[in-house]
């Protein structure tokens, strides 16, 4: 999976919403706004509205954030695509450390077909 950093106190800080005028087609690196990442933390949502679709969110942040977007090829962003798809992937992906032993204990079994 792709290889990110842990959350730490300094995500805090983030702006996750651009001012007027300062959104563009590729990340900014002196200033990202990673308005997923509060999207991704209301429980239940992500999962209405990404089952099935992960993968029309991942080819965004591709563009979105990739400098090489060959750097990922399609049969890589079709195993992300996969690999996300169902409502149990997208909670799982979306756990954050101060939710993990709340999620652990009240998640769904793990499918006896899964590998």
């Known amino acids: ?9 300094g ?6 919403l651009p001012g007027i005028g300062t959104f563009r087609d590729k990340m900014d690196e002196d200033h990202p ?6 999207f991704h933390q ?12 992960a993968g029309l969110e991942q080819e965004w942040f591709f563009r ?3 400098k090489d977007e060959g750097a990922i090829d399609a049969r890589d962003r079709a195993v992300y695509a996969a690999a996300y798809s169902s409502r149990d992937a ?5 756990l954050r450390p101060s939710g ?15 590998c």
């Open 1 to 9: 999976m792709l290889d990110v950093a842990h959350p730490s106190a």
């Open 11 to 16: 995500y805090l800080k983030l702006p996750l």
């Open 33 to 38: 706004y990673l308005w997923w990442f509060a």
């Open 42 to 53: 209301v429980r239940g949502l992500p999962e209405q509205l990404l089952e099935g679709r």
């Open 64 to 66: 979105y954030m990739l």
């Open 90 to 94: 997208i909670r799982a992906g979306n």
């Open 100 to 114: 993990s032993r709340e999620a652990a204990t009240s998640s769904p079994k793990r499918s006896r077909r899964c």
